[in-house]
C-alpha cells in the first residue's frame, strides 16, 4: 500500500498594534431609514496602544477555523467578539479559505470606553489578514469591509486624524498642528452604544461645530480647540451613567482647560498645557475611576508613546 506525502504544516504570523481614538467633536445628525446614525466627528488616535497577533496555518488535516484568546478572560472570544467577526468577514469576503487562524489579543483598552476598543481590534485584524494572505485589498476596499462591522473601524484601519462624516465611511484627513496634554479617565460603569443612540433627544441635544475644531488643530488654535469640544451623545450617557458627568466636573473645577466625553462613553478626556496639572489630575482621579492614562496630541500627526 502506498502513502501520500505528509502534507506540511506551515504557520505565517504578524503582530499589529490596535492604537486608541477620542472623539474631540461628535455630533449625531440624523437617523437614516435602515437605523444607522448619521455623525460628523472629528478623531484622533492617541498612543494607548496594544499588541494583535495574528497567525495562519497551513497544512493541517482538521482545520480549527477562527480561535481567538485574550488576556481578560471575562471577554468573550466567539461571534460576540469584533476581532472574531472581522477574521470570518475577511474570508467570506475575499473567498480565501480558511484554515486556521488564531487571533491572541493583549487588551490594554477597556470596554465600553468610547475609545474604539472592539473596532481597534478589527481593524488591526483585517490588516494582519490582508498582509499574511497578500489579497490585495486597496486601503478603499479594506475600509469598506470594515464599516460592515463598526462605523469607527475604517478611521481605526487608517488611524490619522479626520473629519468623519455619513455613518463613518467618509473620512477626510488633515494635518494636525495644536500640542497638548491628555488625561484619560473611565469610570466603572460603560455605556452601551445602542442604548446611548437609541435614548438620544434630538430636539435638546448639542450639536458642535466640527468644522471649527478640524480648523483650530490645523491652525494651532488651542482656545479654538477647547472651544469646539462637544459631544452630542453626552445628553444620554449622562443620564445612563451619572458618574461620567460627575468626572468631567471635577477636571474642570481641577483647572483643566476643557474634557469631554469620548464617543457613546464612557471615558471623559482632559485637556491642558500645563504637565505638573496633568500629573495632579492623574492623581486625583485614581481614587475615583477604573481607568487612568496620561498622553499627548502632538503636531504633525506624530503620536507619541503613553507616558506610562
Known sequence: MLFGKKQEITNTETTVYARAKINLTLDVTGKREDGYHTVKMVMQSVALHYAVRVTVTHGEKKPRGIVVRCNLPYLPVDERNLAYRAAELFYESTGILLETCEIHIEKRIPVAAGLA???????AVLRALASLHAAGLTDEEL?????????????????????VTGIGENLEHFRVHTPFYLLLVKPYKGVSTKVAFETLDFSSAQHPDCRKMRQALMNNDYDG?????????????????????????DLLAMGFDGA??????????????????LEKGAAAMRKKAAFIRKTELRPQETVKRSFY
Open 260 to 277: 469631554l466625553m469620548s464617543g457613546s462613553g464612557s471615558t471623559v478626556f482632559a485637556l491642558t498645557r500645563d504637565p505638573e496639572l
Open 117 to 123: 476598543g472592539g473596532s481597534a481590534d478589527a481593524a
Open 143 to 163: 475600509c469598506a469591509m470594515g464599516l460592515k462591522l463598526g462605523a469607527d473601524v475604517p478611521f481605526c484601519l487608517r488611524s490619522r486624524p479626520a473629519f
Open 225 to 249: 480647540v477647547i472651544q469646539s469640544l462637544g459631544n452630542t451623545l453626552e445628553q444620554s450617557a449622562f443620564k445612563l451613567v451619572p458618574q461620567i458627568a460627575a468626572i468631567k466636573k
